[in-house]
């Protein structure tokens, strides 16, 4: 019987190693916790709320009773009133609204027309075709019955009450959406991780006690580990978006530039966060284990597979400190979209304050010293 009294020294031994080390012991009990919270609360493809915008060339009682109508669905949030088209077609470019609902300026003619029998829709929605859950809700409000402003005439096919019109994705391909995403994710992933070993491999295999030794300031530590990240950051970049064009036809309108702004931005981002989380691990494995609470999060928080509109306030305040939330938001806008970073600067603005906020903080936490 000693062979169970071994192994149960053993079992022992790593019951109290484990209790020791808080981290793992925070993921045993954290990771099921935070992953039920997200899929269970967070996540909901029951979408509410979509910010839409409003052009009314009627301006009457009637457009404005078509308008309460379309608002208590609660599918939609009118949050802007555009002038003309085309300001709204820049509202939608630039990311301000999902769609826009057009009411004419002859709305009570076709009202008429179409309690006469006629097949005359009322207004039209233009719709941001790029997130196909989006855009399926929304299309869902082409036949809504508008009982209360139309009687009509019963018959066997009633006419769409809206044409609908779709933008950026008139096939609602799903790899339209995706790719761009799937270009955070990667990013997030990979940047992460690579640099939240990189001190820590240094302690581990004692090269720190060289860097002590030298005049190397802990920022110019800092910048030096981030540099090859940056130029392996952008050749992931160039290969997702490239073969989401060649295999997926993923259409890529926007300006290269603007993309590899963007994408620096991010990747900026995305490695001082992992270089924080190196000067606060011990091990590689401890700087593996925190990785994955930033990983999770980004993924089904930053709008990738599950609509930002769709999720409850407290989730969005979450997403909002993630730089995956404003880095899928810039990417979509500009690959897709055609947008500009100045067309973003709330995006914009975030990633270049983390970016300095993290490198600041990693900078203060790392001491040139074996402690």
């Known amino acids: 019987m000693h062979w169970i009294n071994r192994i149960a020294a053993v079992t022992f031994k790593e019951f109290r190693q484990l209790s020791r080390d808080r981290l793992t012991f925070g993921m045993v009990v954290m990771l099921p916790l935070i992953q ?65 609902l057009y009411l004419p300026a002859n709305i009570e003619q076709r009202i008429v027309q179409r309690q006469q029998g006629g097949n005359h829709a009322l207004g039209q929605w233009v719709v941001d075709a790029s997130d196909n859950i989006i855009s399926s809700a929304l299309v869902g409000l082409r036949d809504m019955p508008l009982s209360e402003v139309i009687r009509q005439p019963v018959r066997a096919a009633t006419p769409a009450t809206f044409d609908t019109v779709l933008y950026f994705n008139p096939e609602r391909r799903t790899p339209v959406n995706i790719v761009p995403g799937m270009l955070a994710v990667i990013l997030t992933m990979t940047m992460i991780l690579f640099t939240s070993i990189a ?30 990240y940056l130029c392996i950051g952008l050749l992931q970049a160039t290969i997702i978006l490239t073969l989401g064009n060649v295999i997926f036809s993923v259409p890529i309108v926007g300006d290269p530039l603007q993309i590899l702004g963007a994408t620096l931005l991010f990747i900026a981002a995305s490695l001082t966060l992992g270089l924080i989380i190196s000067t ?40 909002e400190a993630l730089p995956a939330t404003h880095f899928v ?35 203060l936490k790392f001491r040139k010293s074996l402690d």
């Open 36 to 100: 039920l919270l997200l899929f269970g609360y967070a996540i909901n493809n029951n979408i509410r709320n979509i910010h839409v915008g409003i052009v009314d060339d009627a301006n009457s009682f009637i457009s404005r009773s078509v308008i309460e109508a379309v608002q208590a669905t609660q599918v939609v949030t009118p949050t802007v009133r555009y002038l003309s088209m085309q300001e709204a077609e820049q509202g939608i470019r630039v990311g301000e609204v999902r769609a826009v």
């Open 199 to 228: 001190i820590v491999r240094e302690k581990e295999r004692g090269n720190l006690e060289l860097l002590i030794t030298t005049p190397m300031r802990s920022i110019e530590l800092m910048l030096g580990k981030i540099v090859p």
């Open 280 to 319: 606060i691990a011990k091990a590689q494995l401890q700087a593996m284990q925190m990785t994955i609470f930033f990983l999770l999060p980004s993924i089904l928080l930053s709008g990738f597979l599950f609509p930002y509109e769709g999720m409850p306030v407290p989730a969005q305040y979450i997403a």
């Open 329 to 363: 938001r810039m990417i979509r806008a500009i690959v897709l979209r055609e947008a500009t970073l100045q067309d973003l600067p709330y995006d914009t603005l975030f990633l270049i304050g983390f970016t300095a906020l993290g490198l600041l903080v990693a900078t």
